[in-house]
């Protein structure tokens, strides 16, 4: 515990620089304003502005994209309250009692409850996160390749599992996606694969491109503007302290949003907006007036908002730790580390300690700022509500298109940006997501060389993966994960086969 406080404040000295500070601050507003736009989520915000911040050192950059992240987690309570519009996916459930609280005059309370809420959440997030992964990261440089691949394998239908589309689909995205990462000059041999000739393809398909066009050209293709447009309720600043009787009904849900976040973030997988979801479904059953959920419950806006705070920071455990993305946010974090040179992972906390340490206690300033900011701030983002989408995503197009040329001054960069986009449109038509696509590109490098460093070790021997406990384990849970998918689809598709036979007896009847 001693090295930890140690640690702790070598953090401090990290993040407490001025400019250091400076871009956890840009990354708090800019993570605030993303929240409240409607349509533009986390993931967007940080991969349309991921290019930016290669001026930068790794810590100043994580800092930022950090900052983002859990910043876009404040400011989509803001119009869901407002609005009853979700300015972030896993803002749907303070839309029902947070838009309800506001229309009977308690705007401000329930911006104030989401936002002390979020930095309690928050907050208890970072603690845990300083005691919990070092000692994880510790047992995990026992692990060797057969370990590792076992791990990303067990990643990788974790999340298929976890995911709203099916597991066939969310399956084939990553095999796309681990596709995509194959291709470029083969590590251990030196022979370009599957370039077409091109040079700028011999490092390979860049995360930075990929993830501007799927997530931002992609998420502004696919937003039709007239959905997003409402109208905003204005709150008062003198009504942003809620009663003594609102404080006591929220202390006990942002308790229990805190721990379920924070636990359900470890998980791979859509987190936080899961969290806020079984947040609210707990809220639900422990109230002894169930009623008034759905008319303006407390609860129902400090569960939730807390959940998926302490599920965002609960994300970056398996990611600091294991150097295991659970979402595609982590991935692209991850990739922006790769970019630097640095990888995550059980190295990270050993061979860059200012980066992990810096970042670590960055977060806990960086939700003072967004407690700061969220509340004597509302105005301010209730003016940017009112800004036209059809002045906001051309320029958003605009930034996209030269973030991803100012990275390498390549136009093949721009092109793949452009192809993306397009495919992110088409695959959300398609009911496909594609979030798995970036997570099998990101983790493609490293799967690949831990497969080949196995085999190596084993002479070709696939039984090696039989041979190791852990290996042997983790494969196990993930075989039992296939066989559960296997058996709800089985279970399903006899109930429908029920259903259409007694339409069939129907019809046949009449």
Known sequence: ???????????????????????????????????????????????????????????????????????????????????????????????????????????????????????????????VLTIVAPPLATLALRFGPPEYTALLVLGLIFLAYMSSTSLVRTLLMACLGLFFGMIGIDNMTGHFRYSFDLPELGDGIGIVPVAVGLFGLGEILATPSKNVIGEVIRPKLRELLPSREEWRQSAWPIARGSVLGFLIGIIPGSAHIISSFLSYALEKKVSKHPEEFGKGAVAGVAGPESANNAASTGAFVPMLALGLPTGPITAVLIGALMVHGVNAGP????????????????????????????????????????????????????????????????????????????????????????????LGLVIAPVFEQSLRQSLIMSNGNYMIFTQRPIAVMLLIVSAGLLLMSAISFALKRKDWRAKLAEVEAGEGSS
């Open 347 to 438: 190295q990270l906390i050993t061979e860059h300690p200012d980066v992990f340490w810096g970042f670590v206690a960055s977060m806990y300033v960086g939700n003072l700022m967004l407690l700061a900011l969220n509340l004597p701030l509302v105005g301010i983002f209730v003016t940017v509500l009112r800004i036209p989408y059809a002045y906001l995503y051309p320029l958003i197009i605009m930034f996209c298109v030269i973030g991803v040329y100012e990275v390498s001054h390549s136009i093949v960069d721009v092109w793949i940006m452009l192809i993306m986009g397009m495919l992110g449109y088409a695959l959300r038509k398609f009911g496909f997501d594609p979030a798995p696509l970036v």
């Open 1 to 127: 515990m001693e090295d930890t406080l140690h640690s702790l404040m070598l953090g401090f000295s990290v993040a407490l620089q001025p400019s250091n500070l400076w871009y956890a601050f840009l990354g708090c507003l800019v993570g605030t304003l993303v929240g409240v736009l409607p349509g533009i989520g986390p993931l967007s915000g940080i991969s349309i502005l991921l290019p930016i911040t290669f001026g930068l050192n790794a810590t100043q950059a994580v800092i930022m994209l950090a900052g983002i992240y859990y910043g876009s987690q404040y400011g989509g309570s803001t119009t869901s309250i407002l609005m009853r519009i979700p300015g972030e996916a896993s803002s749907v459930m303070t839309c029902i009692d947070g838009n309800a609280m506001a229309k009977k005059g308690r705007a401000g309370a329930a911006l104030c409850i989401a936002a002390v809420g979020s930095w309690i959440a928050g907050t208890f997030g970072i603690i």
